[in-house]
């Protein structure tokens, strides 16, 4: 993943440091800690080489990743379907895979495709939506919430069309909204005006932790679910993006505290050779302080040499 990348030697003087909740958060948070929230913990692609030997099997053939992706995580910010529309045959064999092998459940969160968000830029998108959503109908109920990501170029001035686009979705279609223009998180009214917008129309907000990209990282909650991209910086960063988790582990408790029902955690790394281990990292936190109860990665290869 590239958003918000910094060159190497830049990244010690970021300041990684979550900033206070948003003023959409105290709106929608102000309830009682849950009896039993829900946590996926995943990454966004299967289909990484680098981890045969490190948790996928020696030899194993790339048709048969998935099937060993879902051995160890319970869910996947699923981007292949980015750049092509889903097929329903496709989609039907991603879910067997998934189902046939994840022992504790497993959800996709399908990506938009770029034709609806990138090319017709949710204009005059009706046909490709329903096409969409047709597609991803197949997961059933390994579907899990889809993302919405509008391209850095898509600025404020399309609030309106970003408004008419999600009113004319489902009304129980669960969507999560990635936006990168400076300018949405830049002008307090514009902020306020978006977030509640969304919680409104009972949508998400995506948090995007960014090196690069610190105002992606809103921590406004539109509804009482987060959905998390995190993005590491890699082995040579690992003590920093360690204790990142340990301050989101802290943030996420006092959501947990406050009524939040449901995390999506999905980890990113520049060079995604080592993010396994940062999610096991992520995973074993969760399951000490938050009281999830996700599996540990199994590794073939010793994770300490790693990091």
Request: hydrophobic share 40%.
């Amino acid at each position: 993943m590239e958003f918000g990348k910094v060159v190497d030697e830049l990244v010690k003087q970021v300041d990684f440091t979550l900033p206070p909740d948003g003023a959409q958060t105290g709106v929608t948070l102000k309830g009682k800690k849950i009896a039993d929230p829900r946590f996926y913990i995943g990454c966004a692609k299967w289909g990484r080489k680098e981890w045969v030997g490190m948790i996928y099997p020696p030899k194993t053939k790339e048709a048969n990743f998935l099937d060993e992706y879902a051995k160890h995580f319970n869910s996947i910010e699923m981007n292949a379907i980015f750049y092509s529309m889903p097929k329903h045959d496709q989609v039907m064999k991603w879910k067997e895979k998934a189902a046939g092998n994840a022992e504790n459940g497993f959800v996709f969160c399908p990506k938009f495709p770029q034709i609806i968000s990138h090319l017709k830029r949710l204009k005059n998108a009706e046909e490709a939506t329903d096409q969409y959503i047709s597609g991803i109908s197949e997961f059933g109920e390994l579907l899990g919430p889809c993302f919405l990501q509008m391209g850095d170029n898509f600025g404020p001035n399309n609030m309106e069309v970003l408004e008419s686009y999600l009113k004319s979705l489902p009304e129980d279609f669960k969507v999560f909204v990635e936006l990168r223009h400076p300018d949405w998180f830049a002008d307090p009214v514009i902020r306020k005006d978006l977030f509640k917008m969304l919680a409104d129309l009972n949508k998400g907000a995506i948090i995007t932790d960014a090196s690069g990209r610190r105002d992606c990282l809103h921590m406004e909650l539109t509804i009482p679910e987060i959905f998390i991209r995190f993005v590491g910086n890699g082995q040579s960063h690992g003590d920093s993006d360690f204790k990142r988790i340990d301050e989101w582990v802290v943030r996420i408790k006092s959501w947990l505290d406050r009524g939040l029902e449901k995390v999506y955690f999905f980890l990113h790394q520049h060079d995604e050779r080592d993010t396994p281990v940062l999610a096991n990292y992520t995973i074993k936190e969760f399951n000490k302080h938050l009281g999830s109860a996700v599996p540990e990665i199994e590794f073939i290869t010793k994770t300490g040499e790693l990091f």
